[in-house]
T-cell receptor, first 112, second 115 residues
Framework: KQEVTQIPAALSVPEGENLVLNCSFT??????LQWFRQDPGKGLTSLLL?????REQTSGRLNASLDKSSGRSTLYIAASQPGDSATYLC???????????FGGGTRLMVKP | DTEVTQTPKHLVMGMTNKKSLKCEQH?????MYWYKQKAKKPPELMFV???????INESVPSRFSPECPNSSLLNLHLHALQPEDSALYLC??????????????FGSGTRLTVV
């Protein structure tokens, strides 16, 4: 059974810092990995999708990498801003089918 | 249109009520999903519809009844719920399953409170 772990569970940083959020998964047979952002009480917003054949994806200040063989992904946030405060979730789709397995999330607070 | 639309945004219902949650997408996605999310927890999969047929039911109690009338619509019918069913209910869609997934799009959710 796929298990996804995110470290750290919570993070508080001053504005302007560069951040790294970590995601690890136990079964490397995945189709893709997706990073989401969730604001309190809201739905999930997709940030980046990395297909299993890809090594990284970039969108603005965000960069996500994927090392499928070691079961790891990182989300890099450059020059963090208070508006980045949210919970960040990583999730993987297994080769077995449609199921999206989530990590427990990292709750990020960026202080002005 | 690149959105998944969920209605209502908030719902308060009694334990004897019958209500329905609605989800709609017009991206041509053929897989649709219901997730339940409790506070400070990740979403948990409830149901998967693939090409309008129920393909996965994650042992969800029968008081939750999904329905997929067509490829753009997904409903979740609620009956005789318990207070512990209070949660954020999220709908999602994807182009297909497995290698044809190409990522999930989530709606903004329905905040359900059972009193």
């Amino acid at each position: 059974k796929q298990e996804v772990t995110q470290i750290p569970a919570a993070l508080s940083v001053p504005e302007g810092e560069n951040l790294v959020l970590n995601c690890s998964f136990t079964d490397s047979a995945i189709y893709n990995l997706q990073w989401f952002r969730q604001d309190p009480g809201k739905g999930l917003t997709s940030l980046l999708l990395i297909q299993s054949s890809q090594r990284e994806q970039t969108s603005g200040r965000l960069n996500a990498s994927l090392d499928k063989s070691s079961g790891r992904s990182t989300l890099y946030i450059a020059a963090s801003q208070p508006g980045d405060s949210a919970t960040y979730l990583c999730a993987v789709v297994n080769n077995a089918g449609n199921m999206l397995t989530f990590g427990g999330g990292t709750r990020l607070m960026v202080k002005p | 249109d690149t959105e998944v639309t969920q209605t209502p945004k908030h719902l308060v219902m009694g334990m004897t009520n019958k209500k329905s949650l609605k989800c709609e997408q017009h991206m041509g996605h053929r897989a649709m999903y219901w997730y339940k999310q409790k506070a400070k927890k990740p979403p948990e999969l409830m149901f998967v519809y693939s090409y309008e047929k129920l393909s996965i039911n994650e042992s969800v109690p029968s008081r939750f009844s999904p329905e997929c009338p067509n490829s753009s619509l997904l409903n979740l019918h609620l009956h005789a719920l318990q207070p512990e069913d209070s949660a954020l209910y999220l709908c999602a869609s994807s182009r297909g399953g497995g290698p044809h997934n190409y990522g999930y799009t989530f709606g903004s959710g329905t905040r359900l409170t059972v009193v």
